[in-house]
């Protein structure tokens, strides 16, 4: 199952809005074939392990990250095509989520003679897809906080100078985060401050560029910015407030760049509405690299599901820009809590990743 999961994970960035899903076959002790889903639309995890294993397959046993599906979809039922190769035995690391087909796979296989299982390192296979779980069974985008820090924490000096606070490393890593979502947020000061792509740049493969999102309640953004102005497969959708003139729209109306109004609270969008939005549109995974307003926001809203806080070995001392802006808790015990936390080193940045109690695990 390890090895089906370490499949998977090639697919991550190119299946949305489908799962992660690698396959393993198995016969007398032997790997005879392997497969993961590499794009969405696309043949799923078991087919390319049955097509690799060919006869081989015949009375093996197919290992799976998730549950094989047993309806139509973009591509036919997987278990027609379990059932063809003869596969003797079916391990499912968990059972679909999704509420429409739930063990229907796994029931159906075990209708037709075979011996099937699942809860096989249920725990990683649920970590992996945390953002499939999420948007199948709330039809809502799963919300990552990404954030880098000094030590003191603070985003920027006194001045607003943030480049560049983590090592180039961190850096790496931020851009294969955009490769994994759908779509990345800020809010409009970072975009005039900074005037970011906020597309995905790796140094080994072609990445996915995310949709840009642009938070920016009276439509301030400059009409020069760089992410009105991309060669990129991805459109830039701006969130306006219902105030915003049409005639103002239509002035910055171009090939890529799109509108959509939300409701504003006392001049912020409204951030449980926006994500309400967002999910029918397809997005299943959202990005945050806002700025100190835009993180306190989102963290007051409890939209966010996950956090990335990146913290650099560095000490802004005084009073720089703070991770957070915005009315907080006034006790302690109030605070928001994390939970599944693990640490990871990028040389000598630390990053803490972990989820609100709110959010998938």
Known sequence: M??????????????????????????????????????????????????????????????????????????PPCTEAILRSSIKRVVAGMKDPNPRVTGGGLAFLKSQGLEVSFGVCEDMCRRLNEVFIKYVTTSLPFVILKCAATLDGRIATRTGDSKWITNPLSRKFVHELRHAVDAVMVGVGTVLKDNPQLTTRLEDRKGSDPMRIVLDTHLSIHPNAKLLHLASDSDTTIIIGESVPAEKRRMLESPGVSFLTVKDDVGQINLKALVKKLGPMGITSLLIEGGSRVNGSALMAGIVDKICMFYAPKICGGNGIPICTGPGVEHMEQCMGLEGISVHRFEDDVMIEGYTSKGSK
């Open 2 to 75: 390890k090895m089906a999961l370490e499949l998977a994970e090639q697919g991550r960035g190119w299946t949305s809005p489908n799962p992660m899903v690698g396959a393993i076959v198995v016969k007398d002790g032997k790997v005879v074939g392997k497969g993961f889903h590499r794009v969405a639309g696309g043949l799923h995890a078991e087919i390319h392990a049955l097509n690799d294993a060919g006869d081989k397959a015949t009375g093996a046993t197919l290992y799976v990250s998730l549950e094989p599906c047993n309806h139509t979809g973009r591509t």
